[in-house]
């Protein structure tokens, strides 16, 4: 990473309202901080985020056991930050949790964290929606079970939870469109005519009319095969360990299209690569990210071209300078 270091830069931090502390850096539209989420969390003002975007740590924080009780433990965890969430987010925000399955320790069994973690939340947010991430580039695990002993098949989808303040948070499925099928294209060409379907369901002609594209279900289909970005050449430049759980950018970029207009803001408290800041950037919502490992920040700032970090502290004056990253 190449730094320029002779140009103090008077641009200001966009987030410099929200959060009282100093950014780790900050862009055009976002800014990251390096902390513990819990604490830095209780400086942002009530009602202010309208998204909360985020894939929390379970795999890393709680990897000995998977069992009921560590499941306890993890949604007590969880919770503490949960009581956060809420009261920063809008009236009509939404908080959209990306939370891998596990499996117990020592047996073929699935342990049910995250569904116990979704029936707690239940308790203090509306569930919107659930879907699910399928992944088809996942590797086969537990190699035990899966490849040899093959009692189990491969496990290639995450749940994301979808929960919200109140019962009608911002959201327009328009914005978020898929391609049309080649069936529906034919279907558009020779029109559709009406009729009652078994099911009961009375199809209009409607039905085949050109809508710009097909509602997307709460199955999204992501591979997650990074292997050639700039993120992770520039890690290796550098010497830096590439976030080792990242998310494919197409993950957030979804939801925040679906959930929220450009300049709202988008908080990520677990960021890691910051994959959801970047994801946020291309869409021009604002973005706060925090994250406890300094390395995983240092790597993020690759995805951006350029950033602003407090180099200087001079007579307790903070000089922004911007790093300018090369490839
Ligand atoms: C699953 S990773 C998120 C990865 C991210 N979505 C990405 O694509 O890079 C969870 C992250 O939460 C961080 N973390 C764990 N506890 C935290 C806390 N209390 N405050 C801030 N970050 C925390 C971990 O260091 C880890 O990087």
Redesign the pocket.
């Given at each position: 990473m190449k730094v320029n270091n002779t140009l103090p830069i008077d641009v200001p931090n966009p987030m410099a309202d929200l959060v009282q502390r100093e950014p780790y850096y900050y862009t055009n539209f976002g800014a990251t901080y390096l902390?513990?989420?819990?604490?830095?969390l209780k400086e942002i003002p009530d009602s202010s985020v309208n998204l909360i975007m985020?894939?929390?740590?379970?795999?890393?924080?709680f990897k000995k056991e998977y069992g009921n009780a560590d499941a306890d433990e993890y949604v007590e965890w969880f919770m503490k930050?949960a009581k956060e969430f809420k009261r920063v987010l809008r009236d009509d925000g939404s908080l959209v949790i990306?939370i891998?399955g596990a499996w117990n320790k020592g047996e073929p069994t699935r342990s049910i964290y995250q569904f116990e973690l979704l029936i707690a939340l239940s308790k203090i947010f509306k569930v919107a929606q659930e879907f699910y991430w399928y992944n088809p580039a996942k590797l086969p695990a537990p190699a035990e079970w899966v490849n040899v002993r093959r009692i189990r098949v491969k496990d290639a989808v995450e749940t994301v939870w979808w929960l919200s303040k109140t019962a009608y948070p911002k959201a327009d499925n328009s914005n978020v469109l898929q391609p049309y099928s080649k069936d529906m294209y034919r279907l558009m060409e020779n029109g559709y005519r009406a009729k009652k379907r078994p099911s009961g369901h009375n199809i209009t002609n409607k039905f085949g009319n050109n809508n710009n594209g097909s509602i997307p279900p709460n199955l999204l289909q992501i591979g997650n095969t990074d292997s050639q970005s700039n993120y992770l050449k520039l890690c290796e430049q550098n010497g830096l360990k590439p976030?080792?759980?990242?998310?494919?950018k197409e993950l957030?970029t979804f939801f925040i299209n679906f959930l929220t207009d450009i300049n709202d803001i988008v908080l990520?408290?677990?960021?890691?690569?910051?994959?959801?800041g970047y994801a946020a950037e291309n869409v021009k919502r604002k973005w706060i990210g925090?994250?406890?490992?300094e390395e995983?920040l240092q790597g993020?700032e690759f995805r951006f071209p350029k950033v602003w970090k407090a180099r200087e502290h001079i007579n307790g004056v903070v000089e922004h300078t911007s790093s300018k990253v090369q490839s």
């Open positions: 902390g513990d989420s819990l604490d830095i985020t894939s929390p740590p379970y795999a890393l924080v930050f990306d891998g976030h080792p759980a990242r998310f494919p957030p990520d408290p677990f960021c890691g690569s910051n994959v959801t925090m994250e406890l490992v995983y993020s």
